[in-house]
């Protein structure tokens, strides 16, 4: 389970490729449900990479 605000290193993203072995910070304030298929939203990946939705086992935690 997340919390917004923590820092995760995105493993790999179904949603956009490009996001895999990057950092991010997750947006939402609980968990997510049957509307976003049960994914996490992380923004703040880079300039060209807008948010991206990664299910739980495609992040790890950063521990920041």
């Given amino acids: ?3 917004a605000g923590e820092e995760v290193l995105i493993v790999s993203c179904e949603d956009d ?3 895999a072995g990057r950092t991010g910070r997750i ?3 609980v968990a997510p449900g ?3 298929d049960f994914r996490w ?3 703040g990946i880079g300039l060209l ?3 991206v939705l990664c299910h ?3 992040l790890q935690t950063t521990g920041r």
């Fill in 56 to 58: 739980g086992h495609e």
């Fill in 17 to 19: 490729p490009r996001a």
């Fill in 1 to 3: 389970m997340y919390e």
């Fill in 41 to 43: 939203t992380v923004n």
């Fill in 27 to 29: 947006v939402d304030e």
């Fill in 34 to 36: 049957p509307l976003t």
């Fill in 49 to 51: 990479i807008g948010p």
